[in-house]
C-alpha cells in the first residue's frame, strides 16, 4: 500500500526484454534505498512494481504483459522521469490517501492552464471509471493522490499546486499526455458491497440506475 505522496523523481535507466515481458531499471535519484531490500515494492507513476536487483542508485524491476497492457508504462523510454514513492510501513504518515498501486485504467491530459501560481488540468478517464470519480474524491495520477475539484461525465480537474509541480513529473503534463489513473479504493469497495448477492452473479456488470431504483436508493 501507497499514500499518493510522491516521494522522488526518478528516472528509466533502461528496458529490457525478457521473455516475453521486460526488465527496467529506474534510477531513484533521491529517493533513500537504505532500508530497501530485495522483494520491497515501489510505486513507478503510481504502479506497484517488486524490486528484484539493487546495483546501488537504483532497481530493477519486472514488469508483465499484463501492467504494460493495462498502463501507461508502453510510453516510457529511457530517459523518461518518474514519480516514485516506497510502500508504507506501519509508523507512516497517510499523508495522502490508500493507494494500492493497481492501476485501473489509462487517462489523457486534455487542457492545461495557469490559475495563479497553480496549474489547472483536465483529465479524460475511460468511460468505465467515470461512475468512481466524484467532486472532491481522490483520485491517484501517475502515483499521485489529488483532490478532484469538478467533474463533467468522463472528465475531471485537478489544480495543481506549485509544491506537487516542483516534487512530481506533472510540470512536463501537457494536452495528449497519457497517465495511470487509480480511482479510490472505498468507491470501488462500496460498489461491491452494494450488489450484495447479485455480486456473486456471473459477469456481475455494476450499479446501473435501474439496479438503485429497485433497491430504494433513488427516488422517482
Known amino acids: ?38 522483494g520491497d515494492s515501489i510505486a513507478v507513476n503510481g504502479v506497484c512494481l517488486t524490486v528484484v536487483e539493487l546495483p546501488g542508485d537504483g532497481f ?40 494500492s498501486g493497481h492501476v485501473d485504467g489509462v487517462g489523457e ?6 490559475n495563479a501560481r497553480a496549474v489547472q488540468f483536465k483529465v479524460r478517464a475511460p468511460r468505465e471509471l467515470a461512475r468512481y470519480i466524484a467532486h472532491k474524491g481522490s483520485i491517484t495520477v501517475d502515483g499521485t493522490s489529488l483532490t478532484v475539484n469538478a467533474v463533467d461525465g468522463a472528465e475531471f480537474e485537478l489544480t495543481i499546486v506549485p509544491h506537487t509541480l516542483a516534487e512530481t513529473i506533472m510540470a512536463d503534463y501537457r494536452p495528449g499526455r497519457r497517465v495511470n489513473l487509480e480511482v479510490d479504493l472505498l468507491a470501488r469497495y462500496l460498489e461491491r458491497l452494494l450488489l450484495g448477492d447479485k455480486a456473486a452473479e456471473p459477469r456481475a456488470s455494476g450499479l446501473t440506475e435501474s439496479f438503485l431504483a429497485e433497491h430504494g436508493y433513488l427516488k422517482n
Do not use: Q
Not at 498502463?71 to 493507494?99: D, I, M, Q, W, Y
Open 1 to 38: 500500500m501507497f499514500t499518493g505522496i510522491i516521494e522522488a523523481i526518478g528516472s528509466i535507466r533502461a528496458m529490457t526484454p525478457k521473455g516475453g515481458d521486460v526488465r527496467l531499471y529506474v534510477a531513484t535519484g533521491k529517493l533513500d534505498l537504505g532500508d530497501v531490500k530485495l
Open 60 to 99: 530493477w524491476a519486472d514488469v508483465s504483459r499484463e501492467t504494460l497492457a493495462r498502463t501507461a508504462f508502453v510510453e516510457l523510454k529511457p530517459g523518461s522521469a518518474v514519480n516514485l514513492e516506497k510502500a508504507l510501513t506501519p509508523s507512516s504518515r497517510l499523508g495522502g490517501h490508500l493507494v
Open 109 to 114: 491530459i486534455i487542457s492545461r492552464a495557469d
